[in-house]
């Protein structure tokens, strides 16, 4: 069955770029996300990439694709105290509804 | 941010009551989707509707139900509420296929005693 699998924490220094990664299972995934969630509150979209796509940059984020591999990751740049919070990376199950698999979520933690 | 609330925030039962949480959307999105948050386990499909009437089970739907009588609104129901169930229960939306994204909700933390 599908799995999406993402380590469960990530401590960075202020300014420094964070790496959170990801490895999914459904090679017919049209779309991979990331998903940002703060203390208390609902997922926001981050950013997404299509699959016939290597990366895609926006601002301080890059997202890297590697079909082959199934893995995904997503950097962020001059990393923020603003930044730590849990990040899901999903992947569409390519079906007709929409729906999604989450990964576990990674929480990033970032020191002043 | 897309237009979506949860009712209520938060709520604290009893073991074997019926508990239903709403989900009301104001972006006429077709699809609306039930998630429960766990530690460990990420996010977790229970039901999903594709539009009125139609709904679909998900990953986690035992001991759960749902309707959906108006595209605005999509009911969550506890038939008999268990300890278990104590969770984290987001709502999400999305329109007819474009990208696929889903939007979500502020999330309802109920705790079943």
């Known amino acids: 069955g599908e799995d999406v699998e993402q380590s469960l924490f990530l401590s960075v220094r202020e300014g420094d770029s964070s790496v959170i990664n990801c490895t999914y299972t459904d090679s017919s995934s049209t779309y991979l996300y990331w998903y940002k969630q703060e203390p208390g509150a609902g997922l926001q979209l981050l950013t997404y990439?299509?699959?016939?796509?290597d990366m895609k940059q926006d601002q301080r984020l890059t997202v890297l694709l590697n079909k082959k591999d199934k893995h995904l990751s997503l950097r962020i740049a001059d990393t923020q105290t603003g930044d730590s919070a849990i990040y899901f990376c999903a992947e569409s199950d390519g079906g007709a509804t929409n729906k999604l698999i989450f990964g576990t979520g990674t929480l990033l933690a970032v020191q002043p | 941010d897309a237009g979506i609330t949860q009712s209520p925030r938060h709520k604290v039962t009893e073991t074997g009551t019926p508990v239903t949480l709403r989900c009301h959307q104001t972006e006429n999105h077709r699809y609306m989707y039930w998630y429960r948050q766990d530690p460990g386990h990420g996010l977790r499909l229970i039901h999903y509707s594709y539009g009125v009437k139609d709904t679909d089970k998900g990953e986690v739907s035992d001991g759960y139900s749902v309707s959906r009588s108006k595209t605005e609104d999509f009911l969550l129901t506890l038939e008999s509420a268990t300890s278990s169930q104590t969770s984290v229960y987001f709502c999400?939306?999305?329109?007819?296929?474009?990208?696929?994204?889903?939007?979500f909700g502020p999330g309802t933390r109920l705790t079943v005693l």
């Open positions: 990439i299509f699959s016939n796509m």
């Open positions: 999400a939306i999305s329109p007819a296929r474009s990208t696929d994204t889903q939007y």
